[in-house]
């Protein structure tokens, strides 16, 4: 009988894991493979995301990977985009806009996405910002537990 006890206990662990939420609170990206890898992972697990604060810069590839149905924004998410870069270190420690790069981030966004990031004047080194209000909204939709 404990055996079976113990057998229920997991399964119910890995159902409800397998159900969990991602929620996004601070996220101020980083390197796009990992997130790409993590996101990946993410979508086929069927995992939802809620983004409940900010999501800037390889954060935001999460909107180009996970389908739209299993993302919502809570009204204190933000979303940040700016070029792609890379870092040189010589002769001194500076960033480098990266061209491919940034083109790479581009093929992942929605119309709507786009739209806004061409109304903004594109993709700078410089962080542009969506917050809550109609612009978020015609890229995600609001969490309705949220509101």
Known sequence: MRRLGVAVAIVVVSTVSALADLRITRDHGGEVEK????????AERGERVIIDGICNSACTLVIGIVPRNKICV????SLGFHQAYTVVDWPIRKKVAHAAGTRELLSYYSEPVLDWIERKGGLTPQM???????DLWAMLLPCPEEW
């Open 35 to 42: 997130y790409k890898a993590k996101y990946r992972q993410i």
């Open 128 to 134: 542009k910002v969506v917050r809550n209000g109609p």
């Open 74 to 77: 809570t009204p204190r998410a």
